[in-house]
């Protein structure tokens, strides 16, 4: 019994170590520990996701989990309606705020809610994406996978008790985890998380979002093998006069990508409608497109493949990228609880193919093969959509494992974003309509990454207001750099001991002096101080002074009998010396 408490209390002393070294922001060695608990925990949620859905398809379906092309007419329209319908049932008897799913709802949390991610959205995430796969919905599985692994890494971090900073670096590893492994490509995982998710650079940052990463990788390949999510085969271009042409198919790609875009914004003007009526809307519309053109439905990995390896003719490509992108975006856009990565990769193969033919037929022999525009425009749709050009450019190069590819792969990815900024106006998919201002900017991004007890100041004394004047200089003894003015029910102040040093010389050459100082009344500056966790983090601390109109803050801690609430104090000047 004794050795168990002993046990109990060396483990609470040496998780409370760790979270006090994460409150820095190169507590390096700590963060590598929890990039590879993130990869490990977001490799199996990110794993029995995709089994949800792939295992019963691998059994209702004739020839496998894609083959929705195999289905009668009948069937393949009521399928969609029956899942939009059974989602509508079950969103509806959510909250609505726990009905916001997907990336977009991380780079939410992670602007206005420190990476804390509900638990109640990821389970909404999981059942959700599952049923719009099931269903053969025309959305992706990887967008879910985003959200699934960076809320099971937060909720991990909150379970935990550690420091807000760190939920960020924690929720990065699990997307990055989870990208890895979707598509088995760790390195365009980890260059996702920190471009798209974090928008930072840093060492201590990159190091437990590649651990990451590897882990959840390895998982996936353990379970699904180690074959990339598509058979590429070595394809390179054909002569440097292709370049000009390169530079209209990046404009072609850039104007359907806007389109896109557009098509997502209008969509999401309905979200104030019925949740029935607009499930049930995406589920018409997906359905009633599907009796003609199957190849839409699911996540379309085999339309993706069949792309690569030409085996698709010219108004087959063309006709399933334009029905992909107005059923993707309306459905997504409706608020339907699918990705948006997979739609883009069967769009981008579909158009680079068409784009292909077209310049075999314009240049017979002088161009490259089908298969090598369907990869440029993979990567170009990505890069233009998801605002994440880098990322794109890794992901071509992870899934064709051909360094050749690199030089036309950025101009047209280059050309397709830039474009489609131009075209559209607007930034990537999940920042649109979402308020992201200030989240890229330096001071952000550094004050994020450090928690509030690295920082505050634990070198004070605590009082009541009134204190007998033969005891004030005790108050002074030990040199203390703030004197902090607490009474149970009433704001706390605190104030500079010199001007407590500076009264007390002034009552010595007064005959009649008070019996009690009010350290609330004396001359001086006092300010008064905002609570702020301890899991806070300087950017938190920072923002409570300005809404408060404040110069400082204090660390709480748990009240106990002749134990002050304040841990550490932490002032404006305090920050802005931390930045500069």
Known sequence: MAFDKLHKNWVARQLDLFRSRLAHADALPQLAILGCLSGL???LVAIAFRLSFELPLAILLPDGSESFEALPVWL???LPVLGALLLALIMQRCKPEHRSVGAG???DRMRHHQAQLPAANMLVQFVGGAIALLSGHSVGREGPAVHLGAASSSLLGQRLQLPNNSLRTLTACGVAAAIAASFNTPLAGVIFARVVVLMEYTISGFIPVILAAVTGGVLSRIVFGAQPAFAIPLIDMATLWELPYLLLCGLAIGLASASMLLIYRFSGRFHQ????LRFLFAGLLCGGVATLLPQIQGVGYDTVELALSGELALWLLLAIAAAKILVSMVSIGLGLPGGIIGPNFVIGACLGGALGILGNLLHPGESGSTGFYA???M?????????APLAALIAVLELTYNPNILLPSMLVIVVATVSCRMFSGLPGVFSIDRD???YESPLFQLLSRSGV???MNSHFVNHSRHVPAANAKALLANKPEWIVIEDVGEPKFILKPADLARYLESLASEVDTPADIDLREIPGDRWRLFPVHRRASLQEALLSMQQNNAQAVYVSQAAAPLMSEVAGIITRQDIDNFYR
Do not use: E, I, P
């Not at 409608?273 to 029935?276: P, T, V």
């Not at 990567?379 to 605002?387: E, F, H, K, R």
């Open 453 to 455: 007890t690295s920082l």
């Open 379 to 387: 990567g170009a749709m990505m890069g233009a959509v998801l605002n």
């Open 273 to 276: 409608r019925s949740l029935l």
């Open 375 to 377: 990869v440029l425009g």
């Open 41 to 43: 925990l977001t490799g």
């Open 105 to 107: 709802h991380v780079l």
């Open 436 to 438: 992201l201002r200030g």
């Open 76 to 78: 393949r329209f009521l």
